[in-house]
């Protein structure tokens, strides 16, 4: 079916916008492939409002007289309400909108026919690959290789073709270990510190299942990561008790017998339904304006989004703590390895590695370890805080990852090069896209649908130079210690930029970024 | 009784002048502790710590000091827990049971002076002289506030009813009312309300003439009328020729308005009097506010709770709720004066409380002068000190009824933050300002904040035997700007129109977890605006210095030179930027001057690094190598900051079967 089959009114005239603290707008309203479109024209100047039919996590329509509203809630939390004249127009926009926000097909979806003049799909797609990170890391090439053993994503579909593992450690060993790890995801290497060598590694749970299997490659691996120093850490995303489960199922954890020098802690993170489920709690709070403060405070709790950003920072406290006070290589899994995983080994690193905390950097952290690593983006945003759809695998982790990094932000003002303005962006993409970069859930899928090929990188045209600067800290000062953030609930605020986005209160402190600029400009120019 | 005297006489409540080996405790990690000696003078309490790279000292004055305690003795000691007003809390370990109690004996009774002699601002003695004493004294003028407002006009005047305190003897002795009314009319007035305090005016807007008055309660009961007062209501409308009604204002909750009735007090009734229009506002009284504010408190000081401990808290302990009603009433009464033109009269019960923050809060969202730093000053001393808030009570400055100790101050400057928080560039203050001020509201180290009233303050010659806080604060204002301030665009600004979501209400760390540094952002965007905008100017002068130097020199010469210099200095100050902001980790130093620093100051320099991060995260001091060997306690460590629902997350925990067998099922 052709997706314009879906549409069977294109084009209302005489439609009223409305959105929150703005007046009222009367103009025509266009539902294309991908696209609504309202414009209003008002003497010469004319004024549009384009929204991606993806970012559109629901709909409600309403009957008033002959005419109908819809109200739309965006996956970004705007909300929007057309009025529009005549019931049948309005029942046709809002079953178009309703069909085309949920495609499913990859190469249906805008990034394949968005083709601004400015950029080209010509040239490397991405900032950098496996092999490019190793080059220029000279810190690994002693001890680390780059292992192409995934290259046909046979061993683990998840994992991009190039990953980077101990150098002693040989491929058939790698395999081995794979088909002891849940999904294929057998340790690799995350991150190497700068100052001591140790490392961060990031896999899935071990499948001992009920009967204590063992793997013998699964062990020399882990062996061969320590390399003879006495101790390293596994961080277990899970609970004891949860971990213990897991067994029953396949699963499980490293037991003390067969790791002998890995030292296990547990630390509960909650994932899954149970994170979506607070967001979705979350944003219902925030545009409640009715209730008390007591019933706001309760409802903020009940929500539970700021203990999981606790847990994900201290658990990202933890493991720095380890590699860089402690100077011991850790390796850090819960189940499936591709959540809470990634997001305390990214916050690790955007604590202790002055270099991940550049716009290049960070942009380069979340392309290796989030869509090379293989979070599956595409299931995990289908749905943002709206939607009423019966969750499936929705869960707002990478949110939840920028949210952190506000927080460490807000802590540490000067230390990361990119801005709150950076977060938002890439919290607004990952949802609905013109670009290819959140497509797909892993690499191979990439590859199967031509995004590199068809799409255009996010990253790349975020660093273009003229682009850049609307990203950039303007107090940033580099540091190259690490930046340790309070976990105190004190200390962690709602990252009102994001979730009261639409309001009033997002505009003052609009004014006091442009006059904290103005102030740094100033001093440029007499500088 | 002389100062000496006094001195003397407090001399000998110090059953312990001085103890040694006593310990420190840091609150944020219980091992991480500071051994020295405690020294008890007549106004402080005096640690000093024997570390020789780090010999700190800790100041208390006595007068800061909310309680004292004595906790159950531990192996190292016996312990000493001082709760400050400032929300500083200080643990001692002190080695003797005996000395303990001595200096629990002598601190509870130098924390609890009995008459106002005592006070430290009676004994502080600062290198001046009796006329610059005297001058401290004159820095703020409410004469010139009024006139600054545009009072006395053809309307409004002061009358004289007042100078000696006889009418209302906790009223200032110059009062504002309008030229129509006659003195019987404010006697009449006066005793018709209780404690004789009658309507008189707080604020004036002069573009469009309407008034914010205050007064206290009417002795209405449930049925009496006061024709005077009926006219005083009357005469204040009519002095605001543009409108046709006037609000009231009252304060209270409905409920606490009409059981007053009962004991011959109340509210107007809108029959008896022409053209008001009449509202509740429903803030809580001073016990209710006493009792939030000390739930507040044990939340800020939980040991590690979790986030869901600390927003439960919060939100049972209502303080954001106060907070949330003070704000509203504020907004509605800005909102008539400035939008409708319309006058309110404000009041609660006696008036000197909720209507002090009402009028106050609602002044600064009227008029950006109340947004700097001279005019926060202005609207304390107007609002608050001379209309007889009752500092003293409510500050428990001396010994006496805990009933009457209440945060009304608290909240009005929380309320003020509030605003901050929501309009960065609008207020020519910041943060450290405002907590100056709470610092030395409770301090008793001015005369500023003694008393109860204006007429007590005369009667103890307050202004001959101590000084003014205020003109301290003015030289220190660098330190109080807000870099962001806008004067030009906040003066167009006019009416402040805050939202009062519930979500816009913070919990102001600052000020309640205000000594726990690991809590604070490590590096601070206002310093480091400051020391860009500062080193801006000097580039200015010097740049102007250069111009000047151009003009007398030969041109090209000049020029040649000028290229050069310029160079250089760019290259200076870009260099001396980063080292100055990275210094910036360093949260707070902004404690006044009477309190010592803390034991450690916070840094991430490199020196001291390890003791910042260890704060962070650990519970134990890991400084040494000797603590990093033990691995099994470094793991302990972790589990500190764990959530909290698992008590040991270490695999220990796990009772893991496979630990004593070698698995067979190797794959």
Partial sequence: MELSEHIKTANVEDVTLRRPFHPALRGTLCVTSHHLLFSNRKDEASWQLLILLKNIDAIEKRAVGSSGTITIKCKDLLVLQLEIPGMEECLNIASSIEALSSLESVTEMYPFFYRPSHLTLLGPWGLSTTEQYYKQTERLWDRWRVSKVNSDYSVCPSYPSAVIVPREVDD????RSARFRQGGRFPVLSYCHHSNGMVIMRSSQPLTGANKKRCKEDELLLQAV????????????????????????????????????????????????????????????????????????????????????HSALSTAGLVVECVE?????????????????????????????????????????LEREWIQAGHPFQQRCAHSAYSHARLKQECPSFLLLLDCVWQVWRQFPLALEFSEALLLRLAQEVYASNYGTFLCNSEQERCAAGVKENTHCLFQSMLKPDIEEQYLNPLYEPTDLAIWPSVHPQSLQLWTGMFLRWTEYAQNMEEAREEVWSIVKEHRERV | MSCTEVWWSEMEHIKMPKVENVRLVDRSSSRRTQVGTLYLTATHTIFVGKGSEDRSELWVLHSLVCNVLKHKASQSGYP??????????????????????????????????????ELYCFSFNPNVDKAERGHSWDFLDLKAEYSRMGLPDKLWHVTAINREY?????????????????????????????????????YYCKENHATICRSSQPLSGFSARCLEDEQMLQAIMKSNPGSRFMYVVDTRPKLNAMANRAAGKGYENEDNYCNIKFQFIGIENIHVMRNSQQKLIEVSTLRSPSMGEFLTGLENSDWLRHIKSIMEAAVFISKAVAEEGVSVLVHCSDGWDRTAQVCSVASVLLDPYYRTLKGLMVLIEKDWISFGHKFSHRCGHLDGEAKEVSPVIDQFLECVWQLMKQFPCYFEYNEKFLISIHDHVYSCHYGNFICNSQKERKDLCIKEKTHSIWPHLWENKLDFTNPLFKP??????????????????????????????????????????????????????ELALYEQKLAVLDKERAKALYMQKGVLESKQTLWSLPLDTSLANTPQDYIGGFIGGAPNVFTLQQGERENAELCLFGDKPKSSDADNSDQESGVADFSSHSSGEESLPSEDSVKDPDS???GPNRE
């Fill in chain 1, 172 to 175: 058939d060993k790698l395999i």
């Fill in chain 1, 226 to 309: 320590i390399d003879g120093s006495e101790l390293g850490y596994i961080i277990d995303l899970r609970s004891a008790q949860q971990a213990q489960q897991a067994r029953m199922t396949g699963g499980g954890f490293e037991s003390k017998s067969c790791y002998r020098h890995w030292k296990r802690i547990h630390r509960h993170h909650e994932r899954g339904k149970v994170v979506q489920e607070s967001l979705i709690k979350l944003v219902e709070a925030c545009s409640d304006l009715s209730h008390s403060v007591d019933r706001w405070l309760s409802k903020l709790e009940n929500s539970k989004w700021l203990s999981h950003v």
């Fill in chain 1, 325 to 365: 006070r402690d100077g011991h290589s850790v390796l850090v899994h819960g189940s499936e390895g591709t959540d809470n995983t990634l997001l305390v080994s990214s916050l690790a690193q955007i604590i202790l590695d002055p270099a991940s905390r550049t716009v290049t950097g960070f942009l380069c952290l």
């Fill in chain 2, 80 to 117: 000493l827990l001082i709760h400050c007003k400032n929300f500083q809390v200080i643990q001692f370990i002190i080695p003797q049971e005996s000395d303990c109690h001595n200096v629990y004996i002598s601190l509870s009774r130098l924390s609890r002076p009995e008459k106002y002699e």
């Fill in chain 2, 166 to 202: 006889r009418v209302c003897d906790t009223y200032p002795a110059d009062l504002f009312v309008p030229k129509s009314v006659t003195l019987p009319v404010i006697i009449g007035s006066s005793k018709f309300r209780s404690r004789g305090r009658f309507p008189t005016l707080s």
């Fill in chain 2, 488 to 541: 030009d665009q906040s003066q167009n600004q006019g009416l402040l129109r805050p939202r009062t979501a519930p979500y816009c209400f913070k919990y102001w760390r600052r000020l309640y977890n205000r000594f726990d540094r690991e809590l604070h952002p490590r590096q601070s965007e206002l310093d480091c605006l400051m020391t860009v905008k500062e080193e801006t100017q000097q580039l200015e002068e």
């Fill in chain 2, 660 to 662: 004593d067998e070698t």
